[in-house]
């Protein structure tokens, strides 16, 4: 099981260059995105139940591949009856085994079944994985952003801080009015109150990961990871019938393909062959007895199960189109949803950059005199919502990619199990 869910997730790497962004000691090692779902995937009840589902459908193609087993059998004529038959003088005892003949294919069509279902198994494991490769990354970036808003949210603080000081300066000194001194207190109150709801959400996102991956998340995160924005491929729709999101319907329209050619070897009677040996009490002789049976398909010869059987193969091939039709949708909502993301997060650098310089600016004219207070916290309050709406952004581009990721993923080498 181990070695299936290494194959579907992507090996740990190290990220040692968020330990400067995150504050964090150099010695603290630092929990990569990679290494978290690497941790989810050998963690997660999922993949616990995938595999078993896998181990199940390997035992079961072994006992498909089985042959019926003979039956003993034995019996005894002529007894308990009147004159001569009484008692068991004359008694007739046979004793023998019937061995059971399938013809029609049976035994191969069982097998095409089994195999097929062990596919869906092992596709269902790799679909498992790229889901849990989802979770932990949406979870991730949560918690990323989550320590990035509560980083702004304490340097909003600090800056609160500073402005109630000077504020406090300049009505002692007669610059300003007292009203100066409240809007900066309640400047610094709300600002602190914004770390403390920010301080929980934190905890809560790292909380969450933890749960997760089923490992405490006390060191550092790859906080730059946000910051790394790889150009948005838009060919990943060309292909869609290799991509997993299809592997389950087509091992679905397979298990249905084979369940015909069983239901149609199904309705050829097997045959029962019987040799035995027969003893006869009253001249002690011994003699070979030879047995064949065939069923007589009268009342079921089978053909509800074969209309059945192909009443799924209809509705499995059926349910494959329509996932095509729905993963081609979804592709393409995935798409767009990353261009626009794409967008919003690229063009963070420019306004993050000039709501800086515009609250700089005001900084330094309110100490000097020229701006008023207004606009002083004006400008911080616009600083402060575009770095929220950056990393806002940033995370919105991570959680896009991702799930176009899982959209388009493609069928893992070891899903190719061929049905024979």
Same mark, same amino acid.
């Given at each position: 099981?181990?070695?299936?869910?290494? *194959?579907?997730?992507?090996?740990?790497?190290?990220?040692?260059?968020?330990?400067?962004?995150?504050?964090?000691?150099?010695?603290?090692?630092?929990?990569?995105?990679?290494?978290?779902?690497?941790?989810?995937?050998?963690?997660?009840?999922?993949?616990?139940?995938?595999?078993?589902?896998?181990?199940?459908?390997?035992?079961? =193609?072994?006992?498909?591949?089985?042959?019926?087993?003979?039956?003993?059998?034995?019996?005894? %004529?002529?007894?308990?009856?009147?004159?001569?038959?009484?008692?068991?003088?004359?008694?007739?005892?046979?004793?023998?085994?019937?061995?059971?003949?399938?013809?029609?294919?049976?035994?191969?069509?069982?097998?095409?079944? #089994?195999?097929?279902?062990?596919?869906?198994?092992?596709?269902?494991?790799?679909?498992?994985?790229?889901?849990?490769?989802?979770?932990?990354?949406?979870?991730?970036?949560?918690?990323?952003?989550?320590? =990035?808003?509560?980083?702004?949210?304490?340097?909003?603080?600090?800056? #609160?801080?500073?402005?109630? @000081?000077?504020? &406090?300066?300049?009505?002692?000194?007669?610059?300003?009015?007292?009203?100066?001194?409240?809007?900066?207190?309640?400047?610094?109150?709300?600002?602190?109150?914004?770390?403390?709801?920010?301080?929980?959400?934190?905890?809560?996102?790292?909380?969450?990961?933890?749960?997760?991956?089923?490992?405490?998340?006390?060191?550092?995160?790859?906080?730059?990871?946000? !910051?790394?924005?790889?150009?948005?491929?838009? &060919?990943?729709?060309?292909?869609?019938?290799?991509?997993?999101?299809?592997?389950?319907?087509?091992?679905?329209?397979?298990?249905?393909?084979?369940?015909? @050619?069983?239901?149609?070897?199904?309705?050829?009677?097997?045959?029962?062959?019987?040799?035995?040996? @027969? @003893?006869? %009490? #009253?001249?002690?002789?011994?003699?070979?007895?030879?047995?064949?049976?065939?069923?007589?398909?009268?009342?079921?010869?089978?053909?509800?199960?074969?209309?059945?059987?192909?009443? %799924? =193969?209809?509705?499995?091939?059926?349910?494959?189109?329509?996932?095509?039709?729905?993963? %081609?949708?979804?592709?393409?909502? *995935?798409?767009?949803?990353?261009?626009?993301? !794409?967008?919003?997060? =690229?063009?963070?650098?420019?306004?993050?950059?000039?709501?800086?310089?515009?609250?700089?600016?005001?900084?330094?004219?309110?100490?000097?005199?020229?701006?008023?207070?207004?606009?002083?916290? !004006?400008?911080?309050? &616009?600083?402060?919502?575009?770095?929220?709406?950056?990393?806002?952004?940033?995370? !919105?581009?991570? &959680?896009?990619?991702?799930?176009?990721?899982?959209?388009?993923?493609?069928?893992?080498?070891?899903?190719?199990?061929?049905?024979?």
């Amino acid at each position: 099981m181990k070695m299936i869910f290494a *194959a579907c997730v992507a090996a740990a790497s190290c990220a040692g260059v968020a330990q400067a962004q995150s504050g964090a000691p150099a010695s603290t090692p630092v929990l990569s995105l990679e290494q978290a779902v690497v941790a989810a995937g050998g963690a997660a009840p999922a993949a616990d139940a995938a595999g078993a589902a896998i181990e199940a459908a390997q035992a079961a =193609r072994t006992v498909a591949g089985l042959r019926p087993n003979p039956v003993a059998q034995g019996q005894i %004529e002529n007894v308990v009856g009147t004159g001569p038959y009484s008692g068991l003088n004359s008694a007739e005892t046979t004793l023998g085994v019937a061995i059971p003949i399938e013809l029609g294919g049976k035994r191969s069509a069982r097998l095409a079944v #089994a195999q097929a279902q062990l596919s869906r198994a092992e596709v269902q494991a790799a679909v498992v994985a790229a889901d849990i490769r989802l979770q932990v990354t949406q979870l991730y970036v949560a918690a990323v952003a989550a320590e =990035r808003r509560l980083a702004t949210a304490r340097d909003q603080a600090r800056i #609160a801080a500073d402005v109630l @000081r000077a504020a &406090t300066v300049r009505v002692q000194a007669g610059r300003a009015s007292p009203l100066e001194e409240q809007r900066a207190q309640v400047a610094r109150l709300t600002a602190d109150a914004t770390v403390e709801r920010f301080m929980r959400l934190a905890e809560a996102s790292r909380a969450n990961l933890a749960r997760r991956i089923a490992m405490p998340t006390i060191g550092a995160l790859d906080m730059a990871m946000l !910051d790394r924005l790889p150009p948005v491929d838009g &060919t990943a729709a060309e292909a869609p019938t290799a991509m997993l999101a299809l592997a389950a319907a087509d091992a679905d329209l397979a298990i249905a393909e084979g369940g015909v @050619r069983l239901a149609r070897a199904n309705r050829v009677p097997d045959l029962n062959i019987g040799p035995a040996l @027969r @003893r006869l %009490e #009253a001249t002690r002789d011994m003699a070979a007895v030879f047995s064949v049976s065939i069923p007589i398909p009268l009342f079921d010869n089978g053909r509800a199960a074969v209309a059945r059987a192909q009443a %799924e =193969r209809l509705q499995a091939d059926a349910q494959r189109r329509m996932t095509a039709l729905d993963l %081609e949708q979804a592709i393409t909502d *995935a798409q767009a949803d990353l261009a626009n993301a !794409d967008t919003a997060a =690229r063009t963070t650098v420019p306004a993050l950059a000039a709501a800086q310089e515009a609250a700089r600016i005001a900084r330094i004219g309110y100490r000097e005199g020229k701006f008023g207070q207004i606009d002083l916290l !004006d400008a911080e309050r &616009t600083l402060a919502d575009t770095r929220l709406a950056a990393i806002d952004a940033l995370a !919105d581009y991570h &959680t896009a990619r991702a799930r176009l990721a899982r959209l388009t993923a493609p069928v893992p080498a070891p899903m190719t199990g061929e049905i024979r």
